[in-house]
């Protein structure tokens, strides 16, 4: 198919770690992104990865690429109350006579339990 | 980092009535920026590309003439939602695209704005 999918919800409980799964369609997307959204904002990018890439740590935040499965995940290590949002994965895809567009998922809920 | 502001940030409006929303890069030049809309609990669907200096490159099933699109500078583009009826109420978002090369390579990066929740009446 065409579609980025997520599943659409996740609970964790404060100190755990969130994972959150994404699986893409263009094996020829350079890159892929992860950004959070809080209820009522716009979409703040959180990382992203480049296709030759398996793994990028920033801080809390970890991103594990698998081309081959074309599988994308975000973990979140000791989450957070305030990690509570949703979070997209975004591929990005070269139309032909377009250029670079980003594909979103659904979006995953993450709900952060104290 | 780069920023993005939009406004306004909500507006009402009567049915029947045009609407403009502005989205800006501030701290960084954009010669596309992107137009998206989202309904409750729901993904981002782009609406159209926006580039400077040339007319908006729509999506299938997106009226042009509906929803106008001027990308006049290298830092702003504006949306005007055209004698807009209840159910183009919405979240209107705005991306800009920005370039950078890291240390690691060039990198090409979409930042968005606050978005602008329009409520048509």
């Known amino acids: 198919g065409e579609d980025v999918e997520q599943s659409l919800f996740l609970s964790v409980r404060e100190g755990d770690s969130s994972v959150i799964n994404c699986t893409y369609t263009?094996?020829?997307?350079?890159?892929l992104y992860w950004y959070k959204q809080e209820p009522g904002a716009g979409l703040q990018l959180l990382t992203y990865i480049f296709s030759n890439m398996d793994m990028k740590q920033d801080q809390r935040l970890t991103v594990l690429l698998n081309k081959k499965d074309k599988h994308l995940s975000l973990r979140i290590a000791d989450t957070q109350t305030g990690d509570s949002a949703i979070y997209f994965c975004?591929?990005?895809?070269?139309?032909?006579?377009?250029?670079?567009?980003?594909?979103f998922g659904q979006g995953t809920e993450l709900s952060v339990k104290p | 980092g780069a920023v993005v502001s939009q406004h306004p940030s909500r507006v009402i409006c009567k049915s029947g009535t045009s609407v403009k929303i502005e989205c800006r890069s501030l701290?960084?030049?954009?010669?596309?920026m992107f137009w998206y809309r989202q309904f409750p609990k729901q993904s981002l669907m782009l609406m159209a590309t926006s580039n400077e200096g040339s007319k908006a490159t729509y999506e299938q099933g997106v009226e042009k003439d509906k929803f106008l699109i001027n990308h006049a500078s290298l830092t702003l583009s504006t949306l005007t939602v055209t004698s807009a009826h209840p159910e183009d109420s919405s979240f209107y978002i705005c991306?800009?695209?920005?370039?950078?090369?890291?240390?690691?390579?060039?990198?090409?990066?979409?930042?968005f704005g606050p978005g602008t929740r329009l409520l048509v009446l």
């Open positions: 975004a591929e990005r895809r070269i139309i032909y006579n377009q250029g670079g567009k980003l594909i």
């Open positions: 991306s800009a695209r920005d370039f950078d090369v890291p240390g690691t390579g060039y990198q090409e990066t979409q930042y």
């Open positions: 701290d960084f030049q954009a010669t596309t």
């Open positions: 263009d094996s020829s997307s350079t890159y």
